[in-house]
């Protein structure tokens, strides 16, 4: 009876540390359940119930045990450790992986940093930024100032951000470095349409992602976390709209 609580009891922890590593890295919340659920059915536990929220997963088993939860503290977007849970999922699905081989690959990716080195997000925000203008029918002579503030702009986000915990804040304080930065070179000449600038430099700090995964989770039927995390997003597009708007009103 204990050996079978025990392995119970890791089967538990296994689907929480999926849900988890998921949640973290921008999965959608009706995949996160559904990924959890097919793990323990896999194990042989039929009977399983989860709730999902951006700050918290539930998770309990009828009639084995307590109801467990794990909380969720930090969120960013890294797609791959998504995929590479899928993967995890599925291969434990066909048997390929032992209750023990599954926890220990999910404890090594959760540990693991799979993001892109910090310069190459820069160069690729710094991209970004001026190919957004281009799509927003700028001129070419706009790029390279999108391509500066834009650059500079996302370096300051994650500066700023790991100083103070407070995304909110990190992102209103880049928006107004970047209007600040869009205004000089329009000043000086190196830059002509403000508002071409402005847009294609603030493009890499909107919450795409956040706004498809709500508008999503809202169609199904997950109202508590469509709700929450459409909320998270209106606060993202308010802290970049009010950097800009106090360089717009001095300027």
């Known amino acids: 009876m204990i050996k079978n609580l025990n ?6 922890e296994v689907c929480l ?4 590593i998921m949640m973290q890295n921008g999965a ?5 359940e559904d990924t959890m659920m097919r793990i323990a059915a896999s194990f042989g536990i039929q009977e399983s119930h989860s709730y999902v929220t951006p700050t918290g997963i539930i998770f309990s088993i009828d009639g084995t045990g307590p109801t467990k939860l794990i909380r969720i503290v930090d969120r960013s977007t890294d797609l791959q450790k998504v995929m590479i849970v899928n993967s995890i999922s599925r291969k434990i ?4 992986l032992s209750l023990e081989e599954a926890h220990r690959q ?3 990716l959760d540990t693991k940093n799979l993001a892109y080195p910090f310069w190459m997000q820069v160069a690729a925000a710094a991209i970004a930024s001026g190919c957004f203008v281009i799509m927003f029918q700028g001129g070419w002579r706009d790029f390279f100032p999108a391509f500066i503030a834009g650059g500079l702009g996302f370096y300051c986000f994650v500066y700023v ?3 103070v915990k407070i995304k909110f804040f990190a992102e209103f304080l880049t928006s107004f470095i970047i209007g600040i930065m869009s205004v000089l070179f329009v000043v000086i000449g190196f830059g002509h349409e403000l508002d071409k600038i402005v847009i294609g430099s603030v493009m890499p700090l909107v919450p795409g992602l956040l706004i498809t995964n709500a508008v999503r989770d809202l169609m199904a039927g997950h109202l508590v976390t469509g709700l929450s995390k459409g909320a998270e997003a209106f606060l993202t597009a308010f802290a970049i709209g009010s950097g ?3 360089i717009f009103t001095i300027y």
Request: contains cysteine; glycine residues 8%.
């Open 161 to 163: 951000h790991r100083l």
């Open 7 to 12: 392995q119970t009891n890791e089967i538990v």
């Open 244 to 246: 800009i708007a106090i």
């Open 93 to 96: 699905c066909s048997g390929e």
């Open 106 to 108: 999910l404890k090594e």
């Open 28 to 32: 959608e919340t009706y995949r996160v």
């Open 17 to 20: 540390l999926a849900g988890k």
